[in-house]
Structure formats: structure tokens, C-alpha cells
């Protein structure tokens, strides 16, 4: 079983900047895909960006260019850091969990989940 724990959400204005961090606990994190979902109000979960155990990134179109996903292994934790935020990057950001090598867009593929963290940015 794995534990996620997300923390660094907030209230931002357009075009400000927020690091959103996930802590694992519970399994060796570094054999692990993670990824960070979003969910808008009244709209469906989204994936943003997701590393696989190594690091390799992939990114939504929708925030190339703007936010990197990274990991430190030794600490257990997953990063999103979000630069020029849009007010329709406002959403409950999940952090994700999946046991192997290869990292999914599917939420489905995901067994683990954070509770999620709020991010507001205003315009």
C-alpha cells in the first residue's frame, strides 16, 4: 500500500508561480510511475503531467512549457512546479501513484491517490 500526501496549493494571481510537492510513503517510491491530475469545477480529472521511475516527463498540451514534474527519490516526493498560471489552471491537483516502470495517461491505470490540494489563481 502507498500513502500520498499532497501539500502546496494555494491562491495565486495570473501569471505567478506555485511548487506543489506529493510525499510517498509505505513502498520503495523509486519503482514507481507518479503523476499529477487536475480536476476544474464541474469537469472531469485530467492528467498534467506524469515521470516515470527514471524521470521521464510527459506533458499535457494544455501546460507545455509551463510546469515541470520532477522527483527526488531519496526524499520520497514528487514535484510539480507551475509557472505563469492562467486562471483555468484552477483545479484540485491529485497526486498519483502506479507500481512499475512505465507512467500512463489513464487515471484508471493509477490504484494510488493523494486527497488533492486546491489551486486557485486569480485573475
Known amino acids: 500500500q502507498v500513502q500520498l500526501v499532497e501539500s502546496g496549493g494555494g491562491l495565486v494571481q495570473a501569471g505567478g508561480s506555485l511548487r506543489l510537492s506529493c510525499a510517498a510513503s509505505g513502498q520503495t517510491f523509486s519503482g514507481f510511475a507518479m503523476a499529477w491530475f487536475r480536476q476544474a469545477p464541474g469537469k472531469g480529472r485530467d492528467l498534467a503531467a506524469t515521470?516515470?521511475?527514471?524521470?521521464?516527463?510527459y506533458y499535457a498540451n494544455s501546460v507545455k512549457g509551463r510546469f515541470t514534474i520532477s522527483r527526488d527519490n531519496a526524499k520520497n516526493t514528487v514535484y510539480l512546479q507551475m509557472n505563469s498560471l492562467k486562471p483555468e489552471d484552477t483545479a484540485v491537483y491529485y497526486c498519483a501513484a502506479r507500481q512499475g516502470w512505465a507512467a500512463y495517461l489513464s487515471q484508471n491505470e493509477y490504484p494510488y491517490w493523494g486527497q488533492g490540494t486546491q489551486v486557485t489563481v486569480s485573475s
Open positions: 515521470t516515470t521511475w527514471s524521470g521521464n516527463a
